[in-house]
C-alpha cells in the first residue's frame, strides 16, 4: 500500500493519500457483495402457507378422573383456531407456538403430529366427505381433531374447516 504525506501549508493539518484507487475498489466490491446478499435473501427466503385453518366447536377436557365436554362460544373459537402453515418442506403448528410437525396422509385423513410430543392434528379430506361415503357421526359433524398433551391431560376439539 502506498502511503504519500504532504504537509499543508496550515501547520495543523496533514493530508493522507493511502492508495485511494485500490481502496475505492475494494470498497466497491464489498457494497456489490452486500446488496447482491440482501437480495438474493428475499428472493430464496420462502413465506408462510397456510395448509389449513380450522375453528373449534367442541372443546374436551380430560384427566385421569375427570372429563368436561363444553361447547366453544362462537366469539371465542376465533381465538381457538389451529392453523398449520407450511415453509418449504416443513410444516408448523402456527396457533401452537410454531410446533414443527411431520405429516401422515393416509387413507381418507392428514395427520399432523408435533415433533415435540405436544399433540397432533387429524384432518378428514375434504374430497372424502363430499363423496358422501360411510361417514361415522363424528366426521359427518366435523372436519378435523386437534389434540393436544397438557401434562397428565389433555385437550382436545373438534371443528370444521375455515375457507
Not at 408448523?92 to 405436544?118: K, P, Q
Request: proline residues 5%.
Amino acid at each position: 500500500m502506498n502511503l504519500a504525506v504532504t504537509r499543508s501549508p496550515w501547520p495543523t493539518s496533514v493530508h493522507v493519500s493511502a492508495g485511494s484507487h485500490w481502496c475505492r475498489q475494494r470498497l466497491r466490491v464489498v457494497l456489490i457483495a452486500s446488496v447482491i446478499l440482501l437480495f438474493a435473501s428475499g428472493l430464496f427466503a420462502q413465506a408462510p402457507v397456510t395448509v389449513f385453518r380450522g375453528r373449534p366447536s367442541v372443546k374436551i377436557t380430560e384427566g385421569g378422573v375427570e372429563r368436561l365436554p363444553e361447547a366453544v362460544a362462537r366469539d371465542s373459537a376465533v381465538n381457538a383456531e389451529c392453523v398449520i402453515r407450511q415453509i418449504g418442506d416443513s410444516y408448523y403448528w402456527a396457533s401452537r407456538e410454531d410446533a414443527e410437525l411431520i405429516i401422515f396422509d393416509v387413507g381418507g385423513y392428514i395427520t399432523f403430529m408435533a415433533l415435540n410430543g405436544s399433540g397432533y392434528v387429524r384432518i378428514l379430506k375434504p374430497e372424502l366427505k363430499q363423496a358422501g361415503g360411510r361417514l361415522n357421526p363424528t366426521e359427518a359433524a366435523f372436519d378435523y381433531v386437534e389434540h393436544l398433551l397438557v401434562g397428565l391431560g389433555r385437550v382436545t376439539y373438534y371443528g370444521t374447516r375455515v375457507p
